[in-house]
């Protein structure tokens, strides 16, 4: 099989990397805050490379690479071959990963331990969880134990069943309030940002102003203080139904299955491969020496 050479020589050797702080500054200078969700080094490679400051390893990876019905049936041995992936491939973006359902909702030390891994075995720079104010003891054990948190508040995927779908959330006031709440106590527990899903641009708007830490929107409108997508969603790769907020920037898939179509014509015409692609058996070259050498043992033979 062919072989891709990761470290090659045109990729600069040093970039200033994007940390807590440096998305803080971003937050107090008004400067929007890039993010995407990234699965696999090329993915990681790419995005770094176009300068996005966070590359999250989401649990999305369940339906957007695995191929389930949700996110649900993830496991942390999954994130963690997908993390290492990604860190091959990023330099200088903050790398954050989610914390799979079942990996911090039974216990504060669950999400200590399996938060740790993240950090030593992949090589993550922050953990992602979901939930507000019932996640702060959560957030706090583990920014105690030197791990960066990214909190996960409005329409939070591994409560689906919950929720009763994916529905937008804090349509109400006493629903909007909560989420006022949740954003506060996880800043004062600690979290370095928060992601912001599926509620009211007016909400975020007043969750982003009220506090210090950055929010990061999908679905929240655009006065955020920064912006993610589903990296599939952004080039059209996904096979389902797209929510509202979702932009395609690209048409990935008509790309891709035209290069496909391509490939498979291609060898059933038998035009790949051709000469030019193809490896030839070494010519043999007779020195002048050989050839006089040949030619008198000839001579003596008749």
């Known amino acids: 099989m062919s072989q891709t050479e990761i470290r090659d020589a045109l990729r600069p050797a040093s970039v200033a990397k994007v940390t807590p702080q440096t998305l803080l500054q971003s937050k107090q200078a008004s400067i929007p805050i890039t993010a995407l969700t990234a699965y696999d080094y090329p993915t990681a490679r790419l995005a770094d490379e176009a300068e996005i400051d966070i590359l999250l390893v989401g649990d999305s990876l369940g339906t957007a690479v695995l191929g389930y019905e949700n996110t649900l049936s993830v496991t942390m041995e999954d994130m963690l071959h997908h993390a290492r992936a990604v860190r091959r491939g990023t330099r200088r973006a903050l790398l954050a990963v989610d914390m799979p359902y079942g990996s911090y909702q039974v216990s504060v030390e669950d999400a200590v331990r399996n938060g740790l891994r993240f950090i030593k075995e992949a090589g993550c720079e922050a953990v992602k969880l979901e939930g507000g104010i019932v996640r702060g003891s959560h957030v706090k054990a583990l920014t105690q134990a030197e791990i960066p948190v990214v909190g ?57 102003d009220s506090i210090s830490i950055p929010t990061i929107g999908i679905g929240a409108g655009p006065d955020c203080d920064g912006q993610i997508l589903v990296f599939h969603d952004l080039f059209s790769l996904s096979f389902t139904r797209t929510p509202k907020f979702v932009r395609s920037f690209g048409n990935g898939r008509s790309l891709i299955e035209q290069g496909i179509r391509n490939f498979r014509d291609a060898v059933v015409a038998r035009t790949f491969p051709d000469d030019g692609e193809s490896y030839h058996t070494p010519k043999v070259e007779v020195s002048a020496e050989q050839g006089a050498s040949s030619s008198k043992q000839k001579e003596m033979s008749v």
């Open 152 to 208: 996960h508040i409005g329409l939070t995927p591994q409560s689906v069943h919950r929720m009763g779908g994916y529905r937008v959330q804090g349509l109400s006031e006493m629903a909007a309030t909560r989420l006022r709440d949740d954003a506060q106590a996880l800043e004062e527990a600690g979290a370095i940002a928060v992601v912001l899903e599926g509620i009211p641009r007016e909400l975020a708007t007043q969750i982003t």
